[in-house]
């Protein structure tokens, strides 16, 4: 390295390595506004009845969103942040500052929401555990052909004529 020289290359590498460039790449697709999942959380979990206050703030924000009907092309997750389209974010804490009643309703459809995704993820869990189920007999069932033949052709070479 030298001071004062300017190397693309480098400089490149280290916004790469820093998540600069994915940034920056949904800042130009139109998601300047973004936020912390924990600064989300934390603005409403004062709204929230306890069994929804312990979510962990990413999957609070989900099932947030999914309850607002908010179309996925209005926001973005990243790791930490979730990104916004211009003025969706202020359209998203109108709802949510909104009559204690629709929040009531809001919190409904978060539960049914998770309620859901859960149901879903069991499904999934069941079909993955029975076509693992099938893949292992079907090795197994493999495994027996393979030492039959093997077996037999040992046998063969042993006792064919000659």
């Given at each position: 390295?030298?001071?004062?020289?300017?190397?693309?290359?480098?400089?490149?590498?280290?916004?790469?390595?820093?998540?600069m460039v994915s940034v920056l790449a949904l800042m130009q697709q139109g998601?300047?506004?973004?936020?912390?999942?924990?600064?989300l959380y934390s603005m409403y979990k004062k709204y929230l009845p306890a069994?929804?206050?312990?979510?962990?703030p990413r999957l609070f924000c989900k099932a947030l969103f999914k309850a607002?009907?908010?179309?996925?092309?209005?926001?973005?997750?990243?790791?930490?942040?979730?990104?916004?389209?211009?003025?969706?974010?202020?359209?998203?804490?109108?709802?949510?500052?909104?009559?204690?009643?629709?929040?009531?309703?809001?919190?409904?459809?978060?539960?049914?929401?998770?309620?859901?995704?859960?149901?879903?993820?069991?499904?999934?869990?069941?079909?993955?555990?029975?076509?693992?189920?099938?893949?292992?007999?079907?090795?197994?069932?493999?495994?027996?052909?393979?030492?039959?033949?093997?077996?037999?052709?040992?046998?063969?070479?042993?006792?064919?004529?000659?």
């Amino acid at each position: 390295m030298v001071p004062n020289l300017f190397e693309g290359g480098q400089i490149l590498s280290q916004l790469q390595c820093s998540g600069m460039v994915s940034v920056l790449a949904l800042m130009q697709q139109g998601f300047p506004s973004r936020t912390q999942f924990s600064e989300l959380y934390s603005m409403y979990k004062k709204y929230l009845p306890a069994e929804l206050a312990r979510l962990e703030p990413r999957l609070f924000c989900k099932a947030l969103f999914k309850a607002l009907n908010l179309r996925d092309a209005d926001f973005k997750f990243g790791l930490t942040k979730v990104f916004f389209r211009p003025g969706k974010f202020a359209e998203f804490d109108e709802l949510m500052k909104s009559d204690p009643q629709n929040l009531a309703v809001l919190i409904s459809k978060v539960k049914k929401w998770l309620i859901w995704t859960r149901w879903k993820t069991a499904q999934w869990c069941a079909l993955s555990v029975i076509k693992l189920k099938n893949k292992i007999l079907y090795r197994r069932k493999c495994l027996i052909d393979i030492q039959r033949h093997t077996r037999m052709h040992l046998v063969y070479k042993r006792y064919a004529p000659r």
